[in-house]
């Protein structure tokens, strides 16, 4: 359990309205507030477990005019069973190699995004992206954050880069900051498959949790995350294990 923190001291600021990229016709908000000092990480936790997720040195949640639909979700890694599905999936990437690296931003990981972004997100408020803004992403925070390669170990493209994930270290697990892969690999399920092998990461960690950030019923984008069951969800101020209703 996530300890304590004062945050009565903190400044929240919320930014205007501005069209949702997740659902047509509506419009987000967001309320922020600054993740700096030396209680960054602690903070950063509490932050974590209240919705809120990171960007650079801030935590921001949703705060839209009549609209919830933004569902802070999370995997509790030790119940989560790798049923035949997920491990066929494990196994079309089994050549792939894993590498913890620093928070640092590289050209090959900036152009593997740029074919992602162009592929799957051309439309997003990403996708004039420059390196510039790519390293700042990935290299300021004030909070544990490292990046996870994926590399193909053999065939054509032995050696290069496959996927990507920026994540964040808490006291409770691993937070899915964002990740990005190859787009002409999709046969893989790539997206899918590095959100399996943080699940193994977080659980031979000893976390409990893997941070998925945020579920969106009845957006296309974010149908893919309450697959990873059981998952909980953020309810009323109190996680929940998600209920999905059958029809």
Not at 98 to 123: I, K, V, W
Request: include cysteine; charged fraction near 25%; glycine fraction near 6%.
């Amino acid at each position: 359990m996530t300890k304590p923190f004062p945050t009565k001291n903190l400044r929240f600021f919320l930014t205007a309205p501005s069209p949702c990229p997740y659902l047509p016709g509506r419009k987000e908000r967001k309320v922020f507030t600054a993740l700096d000092g030396l209680d960054a990480g602690e903070l950063h936790d509490v932050l974590t477990n209240a919705g809120f997720r990171r960007s650079q040195n801030i935590a921001y949640r949703p705060s839209c005019d009549a609209c919830d639909a933004c569902i802070s979700a999370r995997v509790p890694v030790e119940k989560f069973e790798f049923t035949r599905r997920w491990r066929k999936i494990m196994l079309r990437n089994a050549d792939l190699t894993r590498a913890l690296r620093p928070a640092q931003a590289t050209e090959e990981q900036f152009f593997l995004l740029r074919r992602y972004l162009a592929s799957r997100h051309a439309d997003g408020g990403m996708a004039d992206m420059t390196f510039t803004d790519f390293a700042a992403m990935v290299e300021e925070s004030a909070v544990h954050t490292h990046i996870v390669e994926y590399r193909y170990s053999d065939g054509p493209n032995r050696g290069e880069l496959a996927s990507a994930a920026l994540v964040d270290a808490l006291g409770d697990g691993l937070s899915m900051v964002y990740s990005f892969f190859e787009p002409d690999d999709s046969r893989r399920s790539p997206g899918v498959y590095v959100i399996l092998d943080h699940i193994q990461q977080a659980r031979a960690a000893g976390f409990g949790y893997l941070y998925l950030g945020y579920w969106i019923p009845g957006s296309d984008k974010m149908h893919y995350k309450a697959e990873f069951r059981p998952l909980e969800l953020l309810l009323g101020g109190e996680w929940r294990p998600y209920e999905p209703v059958e029809f």
